[in-house]
Nanobody
Framework: QVQLVESGGGLVQAGGSLRLSCAPSKSIFRINDMGWYRQAPGKQRELVAAITSGGTTNYADSVKGRFTIARDNAKNTVYLQMNSMKPEDTAVYYC??????????????WGQGTQVTVSS
């Protein structure tokens, strides 16, 4: 069974930076979109950033200009570079990988989540 392994979370001061990485435990064929979501206590999970197989990116308004998503297709890995971090970025961050089958069906894989805490 494929698992997504996340790394790079932790504690950082406001204004600091962190880089998250996410890679599958086994190769996943026909990966389409890859993305990062986050969930703060008492809030719903929200999309932070996503990147298509063609490299088109999409960001939540709250992170535009501060976060950058990138992917390495050869390694099936997705990254999230977080700069100028704010206390409101504190959340559990989850990576997501969507597999696209020839039939048009999709399958989503999720990471286990990594805690990111930004102190003021």
């Amino acid at each position: 069974q494929v698992q997504l392994v996340e790394s790079g979370g932790g504690l950082v001061q406001a204004g600091g930076s962190l880089r998250l990485s996410c890679a599958p435990s086994k190769s996943i064929f026909r990966i389409n979109d890859m993305g990062w979501y986050r969930q703060a206590p008492g809030k719903q999970r929200e999309l932070v950033a996503a990147i298509t197989s063609g490299g088109t990116t999409n960001y939540a308004d709250s992170v535009k200009g501060r976060f950058t998503i990138a992917r390495d297709n050869a390694k099936n890995t997705v990254y999230l570079q977080m700069n100028s971090m704010k206390p409101e970025d504190t959340a559990v961050y989850y990576c997501n990988v969507r597999q696209l089958f020839l039939s048009g069906n999709t399958r989503d894989y999720w990471g286990q989540g990594t805690q990111v805490t930004v102190s003021s």
